[in-house]
Every structure is written in C-alpha cells, then in structure tokens.
C-alpha cells in the first residue's frame, strides 16, 4: 500500500470501503441531506462511486440522524452545528499535520516510510486524548459562564476587541516563509497568553487580527493595552491596532454577532498604529476608573455610521491591577 494511503487509514482508523451512497443508506438519510451534510463539514465534493468512507463515517452519520429524529437538532442547526465544529477541527488538523511534517523533517538521518507509519500510530493516540481534555475542560468553563443565566435569544453583555497587526501585508514582503511562519507563532502566543490572563477569551485569529472579548469592560481595556506592551516588547512583531466597543452580542456556535462586533472592527481599522480605540459604551464605563485615561475625539464617517464617535483609550495615572 502506498505510504500516503497507509497513513490516512491510520488516520482514519478503519479501511475505505464505502461510497457516499453507501453511507447515506446506512445512515437512514437521503442523498441531499448527506451531500448538504458533507459541504458543511467542509470537504470537497466526490463523486458516488469513489471509495473513500469507513465504518467510522457509517456511525458518525447516523449519530447526526439520530439527534434529529429524537429533536435535538433540527436539519439546519445540525448543519450550522457540523460547519463550526469543522472549521475548527480543519485549523487544528493543519497545525497537527504542520508538526508532525516539522518534526519528521527536523530528523538528521531522515525517516522511512515504515517509520512514519509507526510514528503517526504512535502519537495519534496520545493527541486524541489531549484534544478530548481540552474539548471538556472548555466545555465546562463555558457551561458555567453562559448556559447559568443565559438568555433564550443567545444575547450577551460583552465587550468586543480587535487587535490588528499594522502593516502586515507589506512585513510579508520583507520576510521568508520561516520568519513569517515565526512572526505569525509569536503573534498567537502573546495574544493567547494575554487574554487568557486578563479573563478574556480568544474567538478566532485570522492572520494579522485576533477577535477577542470579556465579560467585564475594564478587563477587556485592561487587555488592549496589555497587548500593547507585550508587542512592544517583541521586536519581530509590528504594532498593533485595537478597537474596543461594548453591548448586546449575538452569541452563536463560538462566533460573536452583531452592531458592536461591527463597531471595534471599524474603530480598528481607524485606530494609529500602537492605539486603542473603544466607542461610547467603554468609555462611560470607565470614565472614573483611574487606572484609565479616556479623550474624545473627532466624529468617524465610516461604511455604516456617519457620526462614530471614537475615544483614545490610555493607562491611567495610577493603573493599579483590575480587581
């Protein structure tokens, strides 16, 4: 068996032995909804006569049409439900597979193709059950932060922020793939390591941006300008950009919604290189906090909002820890 297919059935845990027809009958779906099932776990379409599923696929279906008959997900939550956990499971595959290609490259004598079977059965076990841990501790910080209390429409108090590293496309120019691969990797670690300090959780990172929030507003401005420093303090990355804004957001499958998900984009895209920009709802908010410095200034004419009025966020005289 070639060295490519013997290492996705190791990967897959089982042989390919089905079609997507196959599967789908097994499964008691109809075509369509296995196909629309298919496009949102974000696999390229095949054709009905390739051979390409295994046992495990028959199951994982069938547990998806089950959870619909028995309502606990309707046809379209399930979709939405499958493209959010694939988008995150994509990313994550690329980083395994990053590692592992990293790992096999950085071995002086090389590795034969024997030994890269015996080295993905090896650690597939052991990142399968580190993933599962981490999938449960989340799950049980997120029970306890959102589902006690949580409204029925999925809305909540947050303040949204943007970080944006300035310039990023005209750095790519000037860097390798190595120093960009790296500049990216700092990126992710300081930004991660801060706001996990400062009670914020990380949405999503796209690049040059990270999209954050916090329950509290003053965490979330003590975060913006923890970041600041941070980058400051590591020479291989640029400047950041931060937009703050504060209200109502829609909460849905781990993405943030809505006008003040709108408004820290914008302020971000407005902010001067190493600034903080926040709206009028952060601003008020810390009006009389001392470990902040808030200053008005001009009105934004932005895509959306002819009058934005932004407000320069600043450590304050005496900026003391957030309690």
């Given at each position: 068996?070639?060295?490519?297919?013997?290492?996705?059935?190791?990967?897959?845990?089982?042989?390919?032995?089905?079609?997507?027809?196959e599967?789908?009958?097994?499964?008691?779906?109809?075509?369509e909804?296995?196909?629309?099932?298919?496009?949102?776990?974000?696999?390229?379409?095949v054709?009905?006569?390739?051979?390409?599923?295994?046992?495990?696929?028959?199951?994982?279906?069938?547990?998806?049409?089950?959870?619909?008959?028995?309502?606990?997900?309707?046809?379209?939550?399930?979709?939405?439900?499958?493209?959010?956990?694939?988008?995150?499971?994509?990313?994550?595959?690329?980083?395994?597979?990053g590692m592992?290609?990293?790992?096999?490259a950085?071995?002086?004598?090389?590795?034969?193709?024997?030994?890269?079977?015996e080295?993905?059965?090896?650690?597939?076990?052991?990142?399968?059950?580190?993933?599962?841990?981490?999938?449960?501790?989340?799950?049980?910080?997120?029970?306890?932060?959102?589902?006690?209390?949580?409204?029925?429409?999925?809305?909540?108090?947050?303040?949204?922020?943007?970080?944006?590293?300035?310039?990023?496309?005209?750095?790519?120019?000037?860097?390798?793939?190595?120093?960009?691969?790296?500049?990216?990797?700092?990126?992710?670690?300081?930004?991660?390591?801060?706001?996990?300090?400062?009670?914020?959780?990380?949405?999503k990172?796209?690049?040059?941006?990270v999209?954050?929030?916090?329950?509290?507003?003053?965490?979330?401005?003590a975060?913006?300008?923890?970041?600041?420093?941070r980058?400051?303090?590591?020479?291989?990355?640029?400047?950041?950009?931060?937009?703050?804004?504060?209200?109502?957001?829609l909460?849905?499958?781990?993405?943030?919604?809505?006008?003040?998900?709108?408004?820290?984009?914008?302020?971000?895209?407005?902010?001067?290189?190493?600034?903080?920009?926040?709206?009028?709802?952060?601003?008020?908010?810390?009006?009389?906090?001392?470990?902040?410095?808030?200053?008005?200034?001009?009105?934004?004419?932005?895509?959306?909002y002819?009058?934005?009025?932004?407000?320069l966020?600043?450590?304050?005289?005496?900026?003391?820890?957030?309690?």
């Amino acid at each position: 068996m070639p060295l490519a297919a013997a290492l996705e059935e190791i990967v897959l845990g089982a042989p390919r032995r089905y079609t997507r027809p196959e599967v789908i009958e097994r499964a008691s779906l109809d075509l369509e909804e296995g196909r629309r099932l298919w496009r949102s776990l974000g696999f390229p379409e095949v054709g009905d006569s390739d051979v390409l599923f295994t046992e495990r696929d028959i199951e994982a279906a069938r547990l998806m049409s089950q959870l619909t008959e028995v309502g606990i997900l309707a046809p379209d939550v399930r979709e939405a439900v499958a493209r959010a956990v694939a988008q995150a499971m994509s990313r994550l595959a690329e980083w395994q597979v990053g590692m592992l290609t990293q790992l096999v490259a950085d071995q002086a004598d090389g590795v034969s193709p024997q030994q890269s079977l015996e080295l993905a059965s090896a650690i597939l076990p052991t990142l399968e059950t580190l993933q599962t841990y981490i999938w449960r501790r989340h799950l049980a910080a997120t029970v306890s932060r959102v589902v006690v209390g949580r409204d029925a429409d999925d809305t909540w108090p947050l303040t949204v922020g943007f970080a944006d590293m300035v310039g990023f496309t005209r750095t790519t120019r000037r860097r390798s793939t190595t120093e960009l691969s790296e500049m990216i990797e700092r990126f992710g670690s300081s930004t991660t390591d801060v706001i996990a300090e400062g009670r914020g959780r990380i949405i999503k990172t796209v690049g040059d941006e990270v999209l954050f929030v916090a329950d509290d507003i003053a965490d979330a401005a003590a975060i913006a300008l923890a970041l600041q420093d941070r980058v400051r303090a590591e020479p291989s990355l640029p400047a950041l950009r931060i937009g703050l804004a504060a209200g109502d957001v829609l909460v849905r499958f781990g993405d943030v919604y809505g006008e003040v998900v709108n408004i820290a984009a914008r302020l971000t895209t407005h902010a001067r290189p190493d600034s903080v920009l926040v709206d009028r709802a952060v601003a008020t908010a810390l009006a009389d906090d001392p470990r902040f410095q808030i200053r008005q200034l001009r009105p934004l004419n932005v895509r959306g909002y002819r009058h934005l009025q932004p407000f320069l966020l600043r450590r304050g005289e005496h900026p003391g820890s957030p309690t």
